[in-house]
């Protein structure tokens, strides 16, 4: 019963942070403390939290937006406009 109501708070946080994100003048946004990268090329896994360094937002893009469940989480919101992002594969760009 707690890993569904977990489940379904984290569907209502999604949600709710999909909603945020025109409001908010942002196409996308991304937690601190998430680990990006994945296991492998043939994993939807996230890379093991020994070997990956979780993501931190550059401050001038940081922003910290209110989940209905979670309450409120920071990480860096990437504006509307033309935005680049490189990197090797699988190493969670």
Do not use: W, Y
């Amino acid at each position: 019963e707690r890993d569904l109501r977990e489940h379904v708070e984290s569907v209502e946080d999604q949600d709710a942070l999909r909603g945020m994100l025109q409001k908010e003048g942002l196409v996308a946004f991304v937690r601190n403390g998430a680990i990006l990268p994945r296991a492998s090329g043939a994993a939807d896994t996230p890379m093991s939290r020994n070997c990956a360094i979780p993501f931190e937002s550059p401050p001038h893009l940081e922003r910290t937006l209110s989940l209905p469940n979670r309450g409120p989480i920071s990480g860096m919101g990437i504006p509307h406009g033309i935005t680049v992002i490189v990197g090797g594969g699988f190493n969670g760009k």
